[in-house]
């Protein structure tokens, strides 16, 4: 296998992937009870030395269910009939994962509501406030 080229910067070497096939559901015929085009890679996050720990961070909150206890991120894809088709569109997958995670998140910054927004919401409180009053039953004394 090659290594995975994420960056210019980042590749990710073959010796943290490991992948199997399976044999797919879906359509497919006769074919799909013969032949194992279902592709299952994992990249081994927890192991690898191509990644700063921020990244790893970042990519362990993407991954989400995909992630194992082992630290392994399992991907798996079924998209085609063909076994090498489906092994490059896990690995595009991957890269895809990796390349959102290299991108720091921007710090959010707090904001204050402005003096205007606060006097819509307070106005209308008041005509809801109204409404409601409205909607009340005369009492005995009227």
């Known amino acids: 296998m090659d290594p995975l080229v994420v960056t210019a910067a980042v590749t990710l070497p073959p010796s943290d992937f490991t992948w199997s096939a399976a044999r797919a559901s879906g359509p497919g015929g006769q074919n799909v009870n013969k032949v194992a085009s279902k592709v299952e890679l994992r990249f081994d996050l927890a192991g690898t030395l191509a990644l700063t720990d921020e990244v790893k961070v970042r990519v362990r909150a993407l ?29 595009d997958k991957l ?3 990796v390349l959102e995670a290299l991108t720091p998140p921007k710090p959010r910054r707090p904001t204050k509501p402005t003096r205007a927004s606060k006097a819509r919401r307070l106005t209308e409180k008041h005509h809801v406030a109204e409404r409601k009053k409205g909607r009340t039953k005369g009492s005995a004394d009227e």
């Open 63 to 91: 991954a989400g269910s995909r992630l194992d206890a082992d630290g392994q991120v399992r991907i798996v894809s079924q998209a085609t009939r063909d076994q090498s088709r489906n092994l490059d569109d896990a690995r």
């Open 95 to 97: 890269r895809l994962l």
